[in-house]
């Protein structure tokens, strides 16, 4: 077989193929691309067929448009989609060879014309290339995630509308046996409430105790105290003891931004409740859904009305609620709407105060059943020094002595960390002590002012102690007295409170008899604020001044909008004011010029005590005292003796 003859056989099997892409599925052209493929497999697998080629040598641009004008090129295949040109070259047995076109068309005008000129076969066959592809593959992507997304605002739609539907459904916790891990002997220092809550446990457990003498529990109790008392723990103690069903919930869980959701959950709750019979209902907070109506903003649409009425309604309305007890906690019952407190709702309320002495001491057992102390410390002695803690307080109180603990790498409290964790918690957290300079001389001097006439004046608590390291909140230093058991009545006599301005003014006093009128400090901004407070209350609501036992202001709650802004007036003429404003001037002056007398009779203990202060930082209360006996007058000492 001859060349000429190769070539004719390789031409109709182009022709064929050309055919066969035009017209798909003929059985004709389908045989004579079975021919062709054949062929072209004899042609490539044959040797004797074959020849070896010279490596060829990459054709440029300028070097195309020099073979055209000399007239080497046979046939050149422009392939607009890749940016090259197919060229075949006369010469026998050549290869194609591609040659990089320009990207603008109008620059590849020159080869154009010269193939044109001379004769060339020229002809545009792009090749197929990614570009329908990826616009396919593109769309098909955007409209998946158009789908997608329809997709999910359908089914979040779908959420929204059963949420909607839920909106009135109660958010109550629900258990039917409170395991709580709270029992009553857990709850201390409170026994009068407990005593009275022990008797609802009596009645779920036990109702016929009280149904064989007609007696009916309560249907509501509302305990009542300041924060930190327990109030909510005594809750848990009910829910742990009773074992019937409980509901706790939150008075602000009822009220939402939508119209009459709230009484639609006050309705469910209830209604599970008397599925559940007999149950209890804790309502934490209810004062924040059972403020008095007709107050603030609003009027009577008001949605938190709304809630309230319905829940008057639900507790003691026309069907009633055998079988529920309703157990809430507030600490603030004076901005509680009257109908919710009367008989037949909250039946009983049961104050929840800060705990006496012998209630301090039963919550420091409590609270030190898991804690390891050292053989030296004495509870008595801890609920002796903290009057005025609550329940709270307490358990805080041992959890950073036992924190401090850990931190000095000790293996139990010792009552060392006792005092530093009071103090942590009454005053404020320890600071790096002063440098020696005039300002730690001046707060020495002013806390020695307020420390002697703790132990001189008779009608004040121990020292404890003096300190000049400083303690977060600005404060410089302290003397901070033993509170008595009077304290826990809050009886305090004329003497007393005169007794207590003076020593509220000793720390001024004692700066002016040391460093003189002009270089006295702002250091008791404080004090005088207290100062002025008492020697006020004193004359317009104790009685205890000239003008003779008259009550000429009320005592000084926070104002509730709607009900008290309006109500605010002045009780007393402006002759009385004046009146007032001289006996409040004449208190303080004079216990003023007492608390300096005091200062300068005992200017040498004073320097005594400072220069001691200056050294230790600290002085214990019994130190102290030793100090002062040794540098007073007779009378004097057996007074500090006294104390000691």
């Excluded at 410089?476 to 004329?494: N, Y």
């Excluded at 004011?577 to 200062?599: P, S, W």
Aim: aromatic share 6%; charged share 25%; with cysteine.
């Amino acid at each position: 077989m001859n060349d000429s003859q190769k070539k004719s056989l390789i031409e109709q099997g182009q022709a064929g193929k050309v055919r066969h892409s035009r017209a798909t599925g003929s059985a004709a052209t389908g045989a004579l691309t079975a021919v062709w493929l054949m062929l072209q497999g004899v042609l490539v697998s044959a040797p004797a067929l074959t020849q070896t080629t010279k490596a060829q040598e990459p054709l440029s641009y300028s070097g195309l448009l020099e073979k055209i004008e000399e007239g080497q090129v046979n046939k050149i295949e422009l392939d607009t989609a890749r940016g090259v040109a197919q060229v075949y070259l006369k010469e026998r047995n050549s290869t194609p060879q591609e040659v990089a076109l320009f990207a603008d068309d109008r620059n590849n005008q020159p080869l154009i014309e010269a193939a044109r000129a001379n004769n060339v076969d020229l002809d545009a066959q792009p090749t197929a290339d990614g570009s329908a592809a990826t616009w396919l593959l593109t769309h098909a992507l955007l409209a998946f995630l158009l789908i997608g997304g329809l997709l999910m605002v359908l089914r979040r739609s779908g959420n929204a509308s059963g949420q909607a539907m839920s909106f009135g459904k109660s958010r109550a916790r629900f258990m039917m046996e409170a395991k709580t891990g709270v029992m009553f002997d857990d709850v201390a220092g409170i026994e009068e409430a407990k005593e009275e809550l022990q008797e609802v446990v009596t009645f779920l457990k036990k109702p016929e105790k009280f149904t064989a003498v007609g007696a009916k529990i309560p249907k509501g109790v509302l305990l009542v105290g300041p924060p930190g008392t327990g109030k909510t723990l005594l809750a848990k103690a009910i829910a742990g003891e009773a074992g019937v069903p409980f509901f706790s919930i939150s008075g602000s869980e009822f009220v939402e931004m939508f119209v009459g959701v709230g009484a639609s959950r006050v309705r469910d709750l209830f209604k599970k409740a008397k599925e559940n019979a007999p149950c209890i209902i804790f309502i934490d907070e209810i004062d924040a859904v059972g403020r008095q109506r007709g107050t603030g903003i609003g009027g009577g649409n008001d949605e938190r009305e709304q809630t309230l009425n319905q829940l008057l309604t639900e507790m003691d309305g026309f069907e009633g609620n055998a079988g529920i007890i309703i157990i809430a906690a507030t600490n603030r019952p004076d901005v509680l709407d009257s109908a919710l407190l009367r008989p037949g709702r909250f039946d009983r309320q049961v104050m929840v105060d800060l705990p006496s002495y012998q209630g301090r001491l039963g919550i420091l057992k409590v609270h030190a059943r898991n804690k390891k102390l050292a053989p030296e410390i004495s509870l008595e002695a801890i609920a002796r020094r903290t009057p005025g803690f609550s329940g709270a307080d307490l358990a805080n109180m041992l959890n950073e002595a036992a924190i401090l603990t850990a931190r000095r790498r000790k293996e139990a409290l010792t009552p060392l960390e006792i005092d530093d964790a009071i103090d942590r918690v009454t005053i404020g957290l320890k600071l790096n002590p002063l440098m020696d300079s005039k300002k730690k001389r001046l707060i020495a001097y002013h806390e020695i002012g307020h420390a002697l006439l703790m132990t001189l004046l008779p009608n004040t608590d121990p020292l404890d102690k003096v300190t000049i390291i400083p303690r977060s909140g600005g404060i410089g230093g302290f003397a901070k007295p033993v509170p008595s058991e009077d304290s826990d009545f809050g009886l305090e006599s004329r003497s007393r409170i005169l007794d207590n301005i003076k020593i509220y003014l000793g720390g001024r006093a004692s700066e002016e008899e040391v460093f003189g009128h002009d270089e006295v400090t702002q250091g008791a901004t404080g004090d005088i604020q207290a100062v002025a407070d008492y020697a006020r209350r004193m004359v317009t609501r104790y009685g205890m001044s000239e003008l003779g036992p008259l009550a000429l202001e009320r005592s000084g709650g926070e104002i509730f909008l709607g009900r008290d802004l309006m109500g605010q007036s002045v009780e007393y003429s402006n002759e009385m004011a004046v009146k007032i404003d001289h006996q409040v001037r004449t208190i303080v002056f004079t216990c003023y010029e007492e608390a300096r007398r005091l200062i300068r009779e005992n200017r040498i203990a004073v320097d005594r005590l400072v220069e001691l202060l200056l050294e230790q930082e600290t002085i214990e209360g019994d130190q102290f005292r030793q100090v002062v006996a040794e540098y007073t007058s007779s009378a004097e000492q057996q007074l500090v003796g006294q104390k000691i």
